[in-house]
């Protein structure tokens, strides 16, 4: 599934004012008189205000947090939410767990390790079930 570009607000309005202003003038030199007044009035009289009162919830407005921002979350969650979806198959699922479990041996923090591999186990044969 691809997703929509994502731009800055300001960038956004600046590509529609320009594209707008664009296709008006280009529609007018080649003659097409009828699609000059309406490039315009969408251009300029809709989709520059709805950008500017939709704001965030314009379809190709960024999120003002930053759509690229890292969360921190688990990553054994996330390691299970993508073998549930089928992003990754069952060796993939215990080759990167068993590197996380590893990685997690050596920080230190045994205690968070064994739980997981206790709920990892739990999980795994709770599926076969």
Avoid: C, Q, W
């Avoid at 607000?9 to 529609?27: D, V």
């Amino acid at each position: 599934m691809s997703s929509l570009p994502t731009f800055e607000k300001k960038r956004l309005m600046g590509l529609i004012g320009i594209l707008s202003f664009g296709f008006t003038a280009l529609f007018a030199v080649l003659g097409f008189n009828a699609l000059v007044p309406v490039t315009f009035v969408i251009g300029f009289f809709i989709l520059l205000p709805s950008v500017v009162l939709l704001g965030e919830d314009f379809p190709l407005v960024e999120s003002e947090t930053g759509g690229d921002e890292v969360t921190e979350e688990d990553p054994v969650a996330t390691l299970r939410r993508r073998y549930a979806t089928g992003e990754i198959d069952e060796r993939e699922f215990e080759r990167r767990l068993d590197r996380l479990l590893e990685t997690e041996e050596l920080s230190g923090d045994r205690s968070t390790t064994e739980r997981t591999r206790h709920t990892g186990e739990a999980d795994r044969e709770f599926e076969f079930e």
